[in-house]
C-alpha cells in the first residue's frame, strides 16, 4: 500500500469523498466552538480543514506518517500543528485535547488498538474521541476497481486488504478495548458525479493507495484490460458513486 503519493493526488483519488464526509463525521464526533481537537491519521487534511473552519486553526493540530501527506496538510490549514507521526505514537502531552478524530485511517494503522489507546491518552479525561472508515463492501469507488480487476484476473483480491474495522461492530470492540466509555456506533454516507469515465479512472493511474498500488504492479495490457472491464460496467458517464462509513465515539 502506498500513500507517498502527491496530495493532490490522492485529492483526485479520495477526496472527492472525503471531503464531503469531513462534516458528516465531525457532527457525529461532536466538534462543536471553542474545542480543542486532533486529527490522526489527517492525510492531505480534509477533515483537518473541516474541523479548522469550525475551531480555527490554531485550535487543531493533526498527524500522519505520510511525509507528502503532512506537507499537503500543512500547505492547506497552516495555521494548525500538524506533525509527521504515526497514530501509535503522537507526540503529544496525555490530556492534550478536548477531542480526537481518525478519519479513514485506523483500518490502515500497523497497530490499531495501540492507536486507540493513544487517543484515550491525549483526550482530557471525559473528552471524546471518534473513528470512522469506509463499511465493508460499502464504499462504491473501491469495490468497483476490484470488482473489474477480478474479472479481468480472477486471482485478485476482492477488495483490498485492509479488511478490518470496517464494520460497527468492529469498531465498537476497538474503541471499549482501549477503554472508552458511552461507546456509540453508526453509519455516515456520502456520494460523488463522476462525469466522465475518465474521471474515475484517471486517479488509479497515480499509485493511491491498495488499488492504485496494485495497478501499478500490472503489465500494462492488464491494466488496460481492467480500465475496459470497469468503463463496460460503470458506463461512460456521467454517473453516481456511493459511499458509507461505520462511525465509532466514545468518552475517555
Not at 63 to 73: K, L, M, Q, W
Amino acid at each position: 500500500m502506498t500513500f507517498k503519493a502527491a496530495p493532490e493526488s490522492y485529492d483526485r483519488f479520495m477526496g472527492r469523498f472525503s471531503r464531503r464526509l469531513a462534516p458528516l463525521f465531525a457532527d457525529f464526533a461532536g466538534i462543536d466552538a471553542g474545542m480543542s481537537v486532533l486529527d490522526v491519521g489527517c492525510g492531505p487534511g480534509a477533515l483537518t480543514e473541516e474541523l479548522a473552519r469550525r475551531l480555527g486553526g490554531k485550535r487543531v493540530a493533526a498527524a500522519d506518517p505520510s511525509e507528502p501527506f503532512v506537507e499537503g496538510c500543512r500547505d492547506r490549514v497552516p495555521d494548525a500543528d500538524v506533525r509527521l507521526a504515526p497514530g501509535e505514537q503522537l507526540p503529544w502531552d496525555d490530556g492534550s485535547f478536548d477531542a480526537a478524530v481518525s478519519q479513514l485511517a485506523v483500518n490502515f494503522m500497523t497497530d490499531a488498538p495501540a492507536a486507540a489507546r493513544e487517543l484515550v491518552r491525549v483526550v482530557r479525561p471525559g473528552g471524546t474521541a471518534a473513528a470512522c472508515t469506509w463499511k465493508q463492501d460499502g464504499m462504491q469507488m473501491l469495490t468497483s476497481f476490484w470488482d473489474a480487476a477480478k474479472a479481468v484476473r480472477p486471482e485478485a483480491p476482492k477488495e483490498n486488504k485492509a479488511s478490518n474495522y470496517r464494520t460497527e461492530e468492529e469498531l465498537r470492540t476497538l474503541w471499549l478495548g482501549a477503554g472508552f466509555d458511552e461507546v456509540a456506533a453508526g453509519e455516515l454516507e456520502v456520494s460523488f458525479t463522476y462525469e466522465r469515465f475518465d474521471d474515475f479512472w484517471q486517479p488509479y493511474t497515480a499509485g493511491v493507495g491498495p488499488a492504485g498500488a496494485y495497478l501499478a504492479s500490472l503489465p500494462a495490457e492488464t491494466g488496460d484490460a481492467i480500465r475496459e472491464e470497469a468503463k463496460r460496467q460503470l458506463g461512460a458517464g456521467p454517473f453516481e458513486l456511493r459511499g458509507v462509513a461505520c462511525a465509532v465515539r466514545g468518552s475517555a
